[in-house]
């Protein structure tokens, strides 16, 4: 594992870095993880946060992807705030004690356990100037959140975490070559819109945006939304 900290805090690409989270996540023995990139002074389950994710269910992806339904999700916000990994069945638990959770919050974690989503752990992430951020880990079993396995993913993902925030600082113009167009939708993507979205602010269909998505992922040279906004950010094509 320490070779891949060491390879995460070296790579200048958000791919390279996914790529390494992986690997680390698969050793560790997590069945699947999700990264939240929060814009400032933002909530962790703000429409506009960036995420990456690999190995949920395709039917659960497809409802997180839904703004409305993400913005029930309290998980990231508790977990931030609380400011320590936490295991989902501890979060659980704290956020159901609560006097005031929202009716839609006991349908998310119902979903959650629809999908098999049971064991997991989240993790609390701080950047500077309020780059926060926060992942999340599932297993086939409960984990102990104070033991090396979770220990090991806090280290990688901090690690992973500060190295996206010095791309995102260290913001440097490149002619791209991006068309009108595709800079407009490349803003939309950071804002966190889905492609219907896009489509409806720019007067034009979600088949065509998703052509101007492929070619900003060609350009970009990245594989998905997150990775083209922190391309776009280090490249000065947008700003946070």
């Known amino acids: ?47 506009n946060v960036q995420m990456c994710s690999e190995g949920y269910p395709e039917t659960w992806t497809d409802i997180y992807s839904d703004p409305a339904f993400r913005e029930s999700d309290p998980m990231p916000d508790f977990v931030v705030g609380y400011g320590a990994p936490m295991t989902w069945s501890d979060a659980i638990a704290q956020i159901r004690a609560k006097p005031d959770t929202p009716p839609g919050t006991e349908r998310f974690f119902e979903a959650m356990k629809d999908h098999g989503l049971v064991h997991g752990i989240g993790i609390p992430l701080y950047g500077p100037n309020c780059r926060d951020g926060y992942a999340a880990f599932c297993f086939d079993e409960e984990v102990d959140v104070n033991g090396e396995k979770v220990e090991t993913l806090v280290r990688m993902m901090n690690t992973a975490h500060r190295r996206i925030v010095e791309l995102l600082d ?69 700003y946070a």
């Open 1 to 47: 594992m320490q070779d891949i900290l060491t390879a995460i805090s070296q790579q200048n690409e958000i791919d390279a870095i996914r790529t390494l989270v992986i690997a680390g996540a698969k050793m560790s023995g997590a069945t699947c993880y999700s990264y939240h990139l929060t814009p400032r002074f933002q909530r962790q389950n703000s429409a």
């Open 170 to 238: 260290d913001c440097e113009q490149a002619n791209i070559g991006l068309s009108e167009r595709e800079h407009e939708v490349l803003e939309r993507i950071a804002e966190g819109c889905s492609n219907a979205e896009i489509a409806l602010r720019l007067g034009i269909s979600p088949e065509t945006v998703g052509t101007y998505v492929k070619r900003l992922y060609e350009k970009l040279d990245t594989h998905d939304r997150i990775g083209a906004t922190v391309k776009g950010l280090k490249l000065g094509l947008i």
